[in-house]
C-alpha cells in the first residue's frame, strides 16, 4: 500500500497516517519537525566542498572492533528506487538485487514463498489498516450532481452494508482483522475501552437491510426518486464516482463496494489510479468539485501509538489537515468538542479520559467521514542477509530506527537497494511538504530527533538529551517508565512572568505572560528539557555550524503562520494552531550551556516519556528556511498545498522542479544582502556576526554539487534526486558522532503467546475453572513483565457480564474461576471469555478466547474436564 506518514500523533494517510494518528505533537514539532525530522547540527562535520567519497568497493569485515570504531551509519549508501509489482519485488530479493521493499505485503501466495525462501525473509507490523474515505461536500457538487455521503446517517449505513469479516478473510486471506473504530486494534486503549469497543462492534456489525433502510429514507429527504430500481435526482441516474487505488488489496474492496452500491440502487463509476495519481484528486483536489465520492484509503501508524486520543481531531475535524477535504470536514459541535478536549488533553483522571473516549467512539460511527474496514497484519520483505529494527506499528518503512540499524549481517558498509511502491509524490519541504510514508522513510533518515521511540513499546529514548524533569498538577494520571525522566508534582504549577506566550509580528518580538497575563498564569505540566551539551555546537549537512537560530525561527515562525497581517499567514493552519494555544502557557530558556528549555502546557499524555518527547524542540536550519519564507512573502511558491491552491501558485518543494529556481534565486539575493529574516529577533540568538555569510555559501555550494536545497544532520545525507527516474540516493555522513552500535540493542520483540483451556459446557450451580498459559518461544514468560491479565465475560448477546484479573499459578500459568453466582446470570446458552494479555516489554495486547455454553447441569453423558 502507498501511505502518508503517521506523525506520533496519528496515523498518517497512505496516501499517509499522522495519529498517529499519531497526533499528539506540540506546535514545534506538530507543524515543523515532523515533516522534516530535522534535529541538531552535527560536530566538526567537513564543508560541502570536501563531500565524502563514493561507498567503497569491499566493505569492511563484520567484527567487534570495526564496527565499534565506526561512526554513525552500518552501510554507506541506500538507493531508493520505484517498483510496485509485488511478485517481482519479491523474486529480486530473493536473487539480491534488491534487499528491502517498503511496502507491507498482505498477499498469501507472496507471504508463503518469503516463509520458505532461503535467501529472503521478512518482518511483521500492525500499524496498517484501510478505510473508506468519504466525501462529505454537498449535498450537491458544483457540477450539479448529487453526493449522498454528504449526509452523515448515509454515510453511518455503509457501516452496516459492508462486511468486515467477509473483507478481513476472503480479500486478505486471513491477514487482517475486522476494524470499526479509529483505533488500532493492536494498541493499548483498544484494550483498555473493551466494553464500549465490543458494544460498538457488535451494534454496526453487518445489516444490509438496515443499511438500505436508512439509506433509502435520506435518499428520498434529499429529493431522489427510485426509477426501475436505480435511484435518480434531477431525472438522471445517480453515479457516485469511486476513487479505487490499483497497486494493492484496496482494488477488490474498491470493487466489493462498489457491488454492494450496485445492489441497493447506485450506478458506480470506478475510477482505479496509483497513489500518486488518485493523490491529486481526494486529497489536493476541492471536494465540491464533483471529481470522487468515495475513496480507498489507506493508513499507517509509523510508531506505536500509546495514546489514541488524537485520532479524532486528526481523523474528523478541520484541525486534522490543512488539506481541502479537511477542510470540508463539519462534525457536529458535540462531537468537535470531544475531540478538542481529546487533542488538549483535558482531562483530569484516567476514568474521565476513558469516558471522553467512550463518547467519541460513538460520535465517530455516528459521523463516519471514514468507514473503517481492517486492521493489517504486514509483511515486510527484506534479504536475510540483511538485519534493521522494524517498529512493531509501521514496519521497517516507519522505524525511527532504521538508519541508524540497517546493517548486513557479515560485514560493515556496503550499498543497500531499497524498493519503493512510489515516492517523490508530493513536494518536499520542511514546514509543510510531502508527508508521504515512503517520502518520510527518506528524509527520517537525513535528520536526528532529540528523542527516539521504542520500537516494540513506543516510549521513547534520548538521543540527544541528558536528562529532562516533568512536574505535572498533582491530579494528573502520568506516569513514568524510563529512568532518564524525572517526574514531580505540585499542586499549583505557576508559569514565570518573563516566560514567551506570543509573537508580536509589528514590533518583531516575542511577548511575555507578563503583557498578556499580568494577574499570573498557571499550567498542568512545566517540562524542563536538558539537551546534551554538544547539541549546539554541532554542524549540518553542508558544513555550516549549528546556532540558536536554527530554533528560534522555526518557533518565530510557527506564530506568523497564524498572523493574519503576515504575508506567512495560511488559513488552514489557523485551526491546529488555535487549538496548541489553547494549552500552550509558555516557553523559557534557561540556558544555553547546556541548552535547558522549559515549555509550559495544559497538554498532557498518559506517558511521561510521551510529554517530554512532544516539547522537545528539533531545530530548522535557519538559512534553508529563510529562502523558502522570502519565496512565499513574494507570493511566488507557498509552503502548503492549501495556500499553493489560493496564490495559484506552486507548492514549494526543496528537491526538485520548478520551485528550485525560484527557490535559488532567493538564496543568490540573501546571500547578496547578508539577510535574515525578523532579524531584530533573530540576529541576537546568531553564533558569530558572519554566520549569514557563511551559511548561505554553504547552501550555494550544496546546491551547486547535489542540485538540490535540502540539509539536515541525520546519519545519512541526501546525495541525489533524480525525479524522473524516481532514484533517490542518500550516503552515510561519516562525521556523525554515535557509535555505530548504538542502538542495535533493538532486535527482537516479545510479543507474548497465549494459549486457554477450559470446560466446554459449565454447570451454573459450580464453580467454573479456566487455565491459562503464557510463553515465548516455548518458555515461560516472566511475570514481572507482564501486567495483571485481564479477563472479560461475554454473554450469548455480545454484553460483558464480568471482568476481573486472572490468578498467578506458576511460572507462564494463570487460572480464572468463575463462581455460580456470575454464571447463574449468564442463563443457559452459549458464552464467551476473553483473556487480555499484555507485556512491558512489547505495547501489543495478545487477546485469547475460550467459548462454552452455561447448562443447568451436566448431561450424564459428559463429563466435565
Known amino acids: 500500500m502507498s501511505s502518508r506518514d503517521t506523525r506520533p500523533m496519528l496515523a498518517w494517510p497512505w496516501h499517509l497516517s499522522a495519529v498517529s494518528p499519531a497526533r499528539h505533537r506540540d506546535i514545534f514539532c506538530l507543524f515543523f519537525a515532523v515533516l522534516l525530522g530535522a534535529s ?244 489536493g483536489g476541492d471536494p465540491l468539485l464533483g471529481q470522487w465520492h468515495l475513496y480507498t484509503g489507506g493508513w499507517v501508524s509509523t510508531i506505536i501509538n500509546r495514546d489514541q486520543s488524537q485520532n479524532f481531531s486528526f ?186 506566550l506570543g509573537w508580536l509580528g509589528r514590533e518583531n518580538r516575542f511577548a511575555a505572560v507578563s503583557e498578556t497575563h499580568p494577574e499570573g498564569l498557571t499550567a498542568r505540566t512545566r517540562t524542563r528539557i536538558i539537551y546534551d551539551r554538544q547539541f549546539l555546537s554541532r554542524t549540518w549537512h553542508d558544513g555550516t555550524p549549528m546556532s540558536m537560530s536554527d530554533i528560534m525561527l522555526p518557533w518565530i515562525l510557527a506564530f506568523c503562520r497564524a498572523d493574519e497581517a503576515s504575508p506567512l499567514y495560511d488559513a488552514s493552519y489557523l485551526p491546529g494552531f488555535e487549538v496548541f494555544m489553547r494549552h500552550f502557557k509558555g516557553l523559557q530558556i534557561i540556558d544555553t550551556a547546556p541548552l535547558t528549555i522549559d515549555f509550559y502546557s495544559d497538554q498532557a499524555f498518559l506517558d511521561a516519556e510521551t510529554i517530554v518527547a512532544q516539547r522537545a524542540l528539533e531545530p530548522l536550519p535557519w538559512h534553508m528556511l529563510a529562502i523558502g519564507i522570502r519565496a512565499e512573502t513574494a507570493g511566488e511558491l507557498a509552503f502548503s498545498s492549501h495556500k499553493a491552491d489560493q496564490l495559484r501558485t506552486d507548492w514549494m518543494n526543496y528537491i526538485a522542479g520548478p520551485s528550485l529556481a525560484v527557490l535559488r534565486r532567493h538564496l543568490e539575493a540573501a546571500a547578496r544582502d547578508n539577510w535574515v529574516p525578523f532579524a531584530a529577533a533573530l540576529a541576537p540568538w546568531l553564533a558569530a556576526p558572519d554566520e549569514p555569510t557563511q551559511r548561505y555559501k554553504a547552501l550555494q555550494t550544496w546546491h551547486a554539487e547535489r542540485q538540490h536545497l535540502w540539509v539536515g544532520d541525520g546519519p545519512f545525507y541526501l546525495h541525489a534526486v533524480h525525479p524522473v527516474e524516481r532514484i533517490v540516493t542518500i550516503r552515510r555522513f561519516a562525521d556523525f558522532p554515535d557509535p555505530a552500535d548504538k542502538w542495535l540493542r533493538f532486535s527482537r520483540p516479545e510479543i507474548p503467546e497465549a494459549e486457554v483451556d477450559g470446560p466446554m459446557l459449565a454447570p451454573m450451580s459450580q464453580p467454573a475453572r479456566f487455565s491459562l498459559r503464557v510463553t515465548y518461544r516455548g518458555a515461560p514468560y516472566p511475570q514481572d513483565a507482564l501486567e495483571p491479565v485481564q479477563y472479560l465475560l461475554f454473554d450469548g448477546d455480545g454484553k460483558l457480564a464480568h471482568r476481573g484479573d486472572a490468578t498467578f499459578v506458576a511460572p507462564g500459568q494463570y487460572a480464572v474461576v468463575l463462581p455460580p453466582d456470575v454464571l447463574r446470570p449468564l442463563g443457559t446458552g452459549a458464552n464467551s471469555l476473553e483473556l487480555v494479555v499484555r507485556s512491558r516489554r512489547v505495547v501489543l495486547p495478545t487477546f485469547v478466547s475460550h467459548a462454552f455454553a452455561t447448562v443447568e447441569q451436566m448431561p450424564r453423558s459428559v463429563t466435565v474436564p
Open 315 to 500: 481523523y474528523y475535524t478541520k484541525r486534522g489537515r490543512s488539506a481541502p477535504l479537511w477542510q470540508a470536514y463539519n462534525p457536529t459541535p458535540a462531537f468537535d468538542n470531544l475531540c478538542e478536549r481529546l487533542e488538549r488533553s483535558d482531562f483530569a483522571t484516567a476514568a474521565e479520559r476513558a469516558d471522553l473516549m467512550s463518547q467519541a467512539l460513538e460520535h465517530a460511527m455516528r459521523d463516519s467521514v471514514r468507514v473503517w474496514l481492517i486492521d493489517q497484519l504486514n509483511i515486510f520483505p527484506r534479504a536475510e542477509n540483511l538485519s534493521v529494527s522494524a517498529d512493531l506499528a509501521g514496519g521497517i518503512p516507519g522505524s525511527r530506527l532504521w538508519p541508524y540499524t540497517l546493517h548486513f549481517r557479515d560485514r560493515v558498509g556496503g550499498r543497500v537497494i531499497y524498493a519503493t511502491p512510489g515516492m517523490l509524490v508530493e513536494p518536499w519541504n520542511p514546514v509543510a511538504g510531502s508527508n508521504w510514508l515512503f517520502d518520510s522513510t527518506i528524509y527520517r533518515a537525513l535528520n536526528d530527533s532529540p528523542v527516539l521511540p521504542d520500537p516494540f513499546t513506543g516510549l521513547f529514548h534520548p538521543q540527544r538529551i541528558q536528562k529532562a524533569i516533568l512536574t505535572a498538577e498533582s491530579s494528573l494520571p502520568v506516569t513514568r517508565t524510563l529512568d532518564w525522566i524525572s517526574l514531580e508534582t505540585q499542586p499549583q504549577i505557576d508559569v514565570p512572568p518573563d516566560a514567551w
Open 40 to 283: 541538531i547540527a552535527l560536530p566538526a562535520c567537513r564543508p560541502a566542498s570536501d563531500a565524502p567519497a563514493p561507498p567503497p568497493d569491499t566493505p569492511l569485515a563484520w567484527d567487534d572492533k570495526t564496527r565499534k570504531a565506526r561512526r554513525g551509519a552500518l552501510v554507506d549508501e541506500v538507493v531508493f528506487t520505484q517498483e510496485s509489482d509485488l511478485g517481482k519485488v519479491t523474486g529480486m530479493i530473493e536473487k539480491g538485487t534488491y534487499h528491502l521493499f517498503a511496502q507491507g505485503i498482505t498477499h498469501t501466495t507472496v507471504f508463503h514463498r518469503l516463509r520458505d525462501s532461503r535467501t529472503a525473509t521478512f518482518e511483521m507490523a500492525y500499524g496498517s489498516s484501510s478505510e473508506l474515505t468519504l466525501n462529505p461536500a454537498g449535498p450537491v457538487f458544483k457540477n450539479g450532481q448529487l453526493n449522498p455521503f454528504a449526509v452523515p446517517e448515509i454515510r453511518e449505513a455503509l457501516n452496516w452494508l459492508v462486511d468486515r469479516r467477509h473483507i478481513s478473510e476472503e480479500l486478505y486471506g486471513g491477514l487482517a482483522v475486522p476494524k470499526y473504530l479509529p483505533l488500532n486494534t493492536a494498541f493499548p486503549d483498544y484494550a483498555a475501552l473493551a466494553e464500549v469497543v465490543r458494544r460498538l462492534e457488535l451494534a454496526y456489525s453487518p445489516d444490509p437491510a438496515r443499511a438500505q433502510r436508512v439509506i433509502s429514507r435520506h435518499m428520498r429527504q434529499l429529493g431522489a426518486v427510485q426509477k426501475g430500481g436505480v435511484w435518480h435526482y434531477n431525472e438522471q441516474p445517480v453515479t457516485l464516482h469511486l476513487l479505487i487505488r490499483s497497486d494493492d488489496t484496496r482494488k477488490q474492496i474498491g470493487d466489493y463496494v462498489g457491488n454492494l452500491l450496485e445492489d441497493i440502487g447506485f450506478r458506480t463509476s470506478r475510477l482505479y489510479r496509483t497513489a500518486e495519481e488518485g493523490a491529486r484528486i481526494w486529497f
